[in-house]
């Protein structure tokens, strides 16, 4: 059983999500997947009202729906969100970060990108 300050944790981040995601629909370099499915799982815990809400909406429920039964993400969404993590890569090299921060992140980047392409695209 989760407390009532544990949901309103999880509210407060499932909100958050979901804003971001919002913002990402109309920001090209803003990904908006990853925050709704963020959302999605974190209302769930803390705001079963507002994950049918989610889980309903016209726009972040095909993605929630395709997360959930197929562990899939459009094949837009996967692109674009390595092309950012090539590009903060970028940034981070040109403004001469310490090579410990490049390798890790880079690291982490790869990772992320690897997991990202090897599910399913729908």
Do not use: D, Q
Not at 49 to 78: Q, S, V, Y
Not at 83 to 101: E, G, K, R
């Amino acid at each position: 059983m989760i407390s009532v300050s544990g949901r309103t944790g999880f509210r407060i981040l499932a909100y958050t999500s979901i804003a971001l995601a919002a913002i990402g629909v109309v920001l090209p370099l803003l990904p908006t997947t990853p925050f709704v499915l963020l959302a999605a799982w974190a209302a769930g815990k803390g705001s079963p009202a507002f994950a049918a809400w989610l889980e309903n909406h016209e726009t972040f429920g095909p993605a929630i729906e395709n997360w959930r039964l197929r562990r899939a993400i459009p094949a837009k969404a996967k692109w674009l969100a390595c092309l950012m993590l090539c590009v903060s890569w970028s940034v981070l090299f040109i403004s001469s970060a310490a090579p410990m921060v490049l390798a890790t992140t880079g690291l982490m980047f790869f990772g992320l990108a690897c997991y990202l392409l090897t599910r399913a695209s729908c």
